[in-house]
């Protein structure tokens, strides 16, 4: 059973062109094509693109995905290179957390502290404007830089 890169789209909910890409890096294998030259796939190419997926929305890079991918391509081997690569995406998500809380409470002392009045007297609008507020350390972790 083989089915176009259209299908392999809708049955994977990953767009036609990521799928290109993710061929063009490796992450996928060149798939067989067509007289025509068009791709083909079978049920191993959606499990493969299932995986890529669910690693992209857990925020694993490309790198951790396509070593991600070799160990699942060799299950005999130990998992303690897949362990480390959780874990050390479970510490970039931590330190987002902790960047996005102390965002949330930056934020809350500037809301709590309006007064609802003029723009003169707008708490809001006075830590946005005292550049001794800013706090680069938690911008970056908030936005994931």
Not at 13 to 18: D, G, H, R
Not at 46 to 61: K, M, N, Q, W
Not at 75 to 83: F, I, K, L, T, V
């Amino acid at each position: 059973m083989s089915f176009s890169i259209g299908e392999l789209a809708r049955r994977t909910e990953v767009k036609v062109p990521t799928i290109r890409y993710y061929e063009q890096i490796g992450l996928m294998p060149e798939t067989m094509r067509t007289e025509g030259q068009q791709r083909r796939y079978g049920p191993a190419a959606v499990s493969r693109l299932a995986f890529i997926r669910h690693a992209r929305e857990l925020g694993f890079d490309v790198e951790a995905i396509r070593t991600l991918l070799s160990l699942q391509d060799n299950p005999d081997q130990s998992c303690a290179e897949a362990d480390e690569i959780a874990k050390a995406r479970l510490v970039e998500v931590d330190r987002r957390i902790a960047g996005l809380q102390a965002l949330r409470k930056e934020l809350k002392k500037m809301v709590d502290g309006c007064a609802q009045g003029r723009v003169c007297d707008c708490q809001v609008i006075e830590t946005l404007a005292d550049r001794t507020h800013s706090h680069k350390g938690w911008k970056e972790l908030a936005v994931g830089r």
